[in-house]
């Protein structure tokens, strides 16, 4: 499992709990679990792994990104 690999899939759950969170606050619960629950399992998937570190250091960066750009 190469780097490229757990950058494109901490990209993808980062945007999903940043879509997550805004789903949340606007109310749309059933939605905001999904898309929450899909995150959790490509972390998991790193957690089982035992490449936590990796990954979440990869997540916090895009999921910053992320809320920095929607927030402008």
Known sequence: MGCNSIESDAKKAASLINK??????NLQL???E???LKAKEIINKYVEKN???E???HFASHRDK???Q???
């Open 34 to 36: 999904k898309n929450y």
């Open 30 to 32: 059933e939605e905001a």
């Open 20 to 25: 997550s969170i805004e789903q949340t606050h």
């Open 55 to 57: 990954f979440y250091e």
């Open 66 to 68: 992320e809320k920095e």
């Open 51 to 53: 490449k936590t570190a």
């Open 70 to 72: 929607s927030a402008n």
